[in-house]
């Protein structure tokens, strides 16, 4: 043996092993090489050395042969081009090669199975389309709470990503099942099924029942009705039913199919199916629940919404309402009429203003509403209905809400005049519009309705010539905040020019300047509820003579002349 000779400080350490040794080693060393190589000529371009790895990853391979020739194809095609790499599949396996020069004589090539790197990598792309499908699948399908719309949204998911065809199927109603269809080059289509049809679809009454999805190579594609799917279509080699889970119960059910003999869904497609079916069917639960909600919504509001006002014989009703929040469309404020009753020939009028706004006002309106209409079918007068209706509001379980009230009665008089009696219970007194221009506040007053055990009211009768205006409001109108500030309240004495603005005006066209006038003063700001009520006594057209002559006076005049008695309060 030779022994190791001592280096210097910064040489490589000089080979312990004799030369003569070296080539053997080298070869085993060679063919020990986890990694494939061949070792081949630069100038003839043969294999001189390939190892154990070659061998198995390209069987047939050996010393000697021309690269030109090789079992591998891309191989040889490498060398024809001079390439430094190639990637190909070869017997099912995906093999890279990379050259590498060796001296002026040899070179290496290195070969590499990447079969199971391509296959993670695949695994991983269609992993990462799975999820992206589901991301977007989530934001679509949350964007909307309509029923129709998220059932659409779901079968054109479905067919991009799924199946040929999709079909959802909502829960049965009334012996129907709506239904979303999307197949292809067609636009969505709906319609209802009747509930004794869903036994045609293999595993369709399973999924509307909330059962677990019976695996697609269960079900016979060739069993599904021919209402399902369009002729043209054409034949269905695989179809999957899953429930679409919602909220307690199942939201319906996705029917998807493939097209063609040799079809299949593997399981993975099964679990992304599941995956999608249950975003699918938390949307279209929400939907469903949202529907509800706002179907109940509207029937109270129905309830709690301004009537429609009557138009009773010699006197003109108007009316305006404007909640705080105008999505809600109802509020604290509002007003209601109530018609002859018994033997009773007169119209009751209420204005009023619960306090707070939102939901829980007009809770508690609706409940002073009924009371009322109870108290007029038993003919009770204005001052009677607020005793009545206070002592009403302190037996309640809410006896921190307090309600601030006006309530009139009118009856027709002679000559076209109407006569109203009123009474207040802690509200904005009535103003009344006269035929001279004149703005007057009726005389009456009263405590707050809903506060105290001892209530005070002190009514008033009016009475109103042919064209002249009572208008009842809601302190919304006078306490509504904007102007030049902002923060100014429009105020009684604003209201009171607008009003005397509207002299010889009907009865619409008043309240519908008043409540011009308060929207462009508050100018998009907070606002209050805002109520109006306006009675007017038809004005009488001007009678002329032919030939002249003088008109008829009117009985009042006189009357009117020796002192106002068309208002009087009444102790």
């Known amino acids: 043996m030779t022994a190791r000779t001592p280096a210097r400080a910064g040489e490589p350490l000089a080979p312990t092993v004799p030369d003569a040794f070296a080539p053997d080693l080298l070869r085993a060393a060679f063919e020990a ?26 069987p047939g391979l050996h010393a000697g042969q021309d690269l030109h020739a090789m079992p591998l194809p891309a191989l040889s095609q490498a060398t024809t081009d001079g390439s430094d790499s190639f990637r190909c599949e070869y017997q099912g396996r995906c093999v890279y090669g990379m050259r590498r020069e060796l001296d002026d004589g040899h070179y290496a090539w290195f070969l590499r199975d990447h079969t199971e790197e391509s296959e993670r990598e695949a695994a991983l792309e269609v992993e990462r389309s799975r999820t992206a499908f589901l991301a977007e699948a989530g934001r679509r399908l949350s964007a909307s709470l309509h029923v129709r719309r998220c059932a659409r949204t779901t079968v054109e998911l479905a067919v991009a990503q799924l199946a040929d065809a999709a079909v959802v199927v909502l829960p049965p109603s009334r012996r129907n099942s709506a239904w979303t269809r999307l197949v292809p080059d067609r636009a969505p289509e709906e319609g209802t099924l009747r509930e004794d049809l869903l036994t045609d679809v293999p595993g369709l009454v399973e999924a509307l029942g909330g059962f677990p999805p019976i695996p697609s190579r269960w079900l016979d594609a060739s069993q599904i009705p ?11 080699g695989a179809l999957l039913v899953t429930p679409l889970p919602g909220n307690a119960e199942p939201a319906g059910a996705l029917i998807l199919a493939r097209r063609g003999a040799n079809a299949t869904f593997s399981p993975e497609d099964e679990l992304l199916a599941r995956v999608f079916a249950a975003r699918a069917g938390a949307a279209i639960s929400a939907a469903m629940l949202y529907r509800e909600q706002v179907d109940t919504t509207a029937v109270l509001q129905a309830d709690l919404l301004p009537p429609t006002l009557p138009e009773p014989d010699g006197f003109e009703l108007t009316g305006s309402y404007q909640a705080a929040r105008e999505a809600l469309r109802i509020g604290g404020d509002f007003y209601d009429v109530f018609g002859p009753a018994g033997d009773s020939t007169d119209t009751v009028i209420a204005l009023g203003d619960v306090c707070g706004t939102g ?9 002073v509403r009924q009371t009322l209409r109870a108290l007029r079918l038993v003919q009770a007068g204005p001052e009677a209905m607020l005793r009545v209706l206070n002592e009403a509001l302190l037996q309640s379980s ?14 027709r008089a002679e000559h076209g ?3 109203l009696e009123l009474a207040t219970g802690g509200h904005p007194a009535p103003l009344v519009l006269r035929n001279d221009g004149t703005v007057e506040e009726v005389p009456t007053s009263g405590t707050l309705i809903g506060v105290m055990r001892r209530t005070v009211v002190h009514p008033a009768e009016i009475e109103l010539a042919p064209g002249e205006l009572c208008l009842l409001y809601s302190d919304g109108l006078t306490e509504a905040r904007g102007g030049p ?25 008043t309240v519908e300047r008043i409540r011009q006038l308060v929207s462009d003063w508050v100018n998009g700001g907070n606002k209050d509820d805002i109520a109006m009520l306006a009675v007017r006594a038809p004005a009488r057209p001007p009678l002329s003579l032919r030939g002249g002559g ?3 006076a009117s009985p009042f005049v006189v009357a009117a002349r020796g002192g106002d008695r068309r208002t009087r309060a009444r102790s």
């Open 33 to 58: 090489a986890t990694e494939a190589m061949l070792l081949c000529a630069a100038g003839e371009h043969t294999v001189l050395l390939a190892n154990e790895e070659a061998r198995r990853l390209v």
């Open 226 to 236: 021919g209402w399902l799917f369009p002729a043209d279509l054409g034949p269905i």
């Open 359 to 367: 939901p829980e006002a007009a809770v508690l309106t609706g409940k």
């Open 398 to 411: 809410r006896q921190h809400r307090f309600v601030t009230m006006v309530v009139g009665s009118i009856k």
């Open 417 to 419: 005049r109407v006569r």
């Open 485 to 509: 500030t902002g923060v100014e309240q429009y105020g009684e004495a604003r209201l009171r020019a607008a009003l005397r603005e509207c002299q010889g005006m009907p009865g619409v066209a």
């Open 550 to 552: 003088v008109p008829n």
